[in-house]
């Protein structure tokens, strides 16, 4: 089963949304200068990817496993201010995950062979 390229909105809103909270995060937490930068980049090319995938190219919200990935790689292999950040970049690395993966909406829709036929009246 293909998921129609049309229904993919739901999950670009979310990972646009998860991508402007790791931008927006550097203001929550305290940050180094390299976590700021790779938190604010990373965040920020996790938005352009979902917006233009969201309106032009839907197969390109792939491009964001890889943006995850880096997020948490990053994460993992560097030193942090706050538990709190490094957290924070690990939930949103795995849900960017898991939304790019799970697309929110159902595969397909019912059709007429997975309904009960109408019985005749006799």
Known sequence: MVPRADR????????????????????????????RWYACGIGAAIVAVSLLAFTWVPRLRWANMGLAI??????V?????????ALNHLIVS?????????PLVA????TESWSV?????V
């Open 70 to 75: 880096a997020l948490f790689l990053a994460t």
């Open 94 to 102: 795995l849900a960017v995950l898991v939304v790019t993966f799970v």
């Open 8 to 35: 993919h909105w739901r999950s670009g809103l979310a990972e646009a949304a998860l991508g402007a909270w790791l931008a927006l995060s550097v203001f929550a937490w305290e940050h180094s200068a390299a976590e």
């Open 77 to 85: 292999l560097t030193s942090h201010v706050t538990t709190g950040l």
């Open 107 to 110: 595969f397909t829709e019912p």
């Open 117 to 121: 036929p109408p019985t005749p009246d």
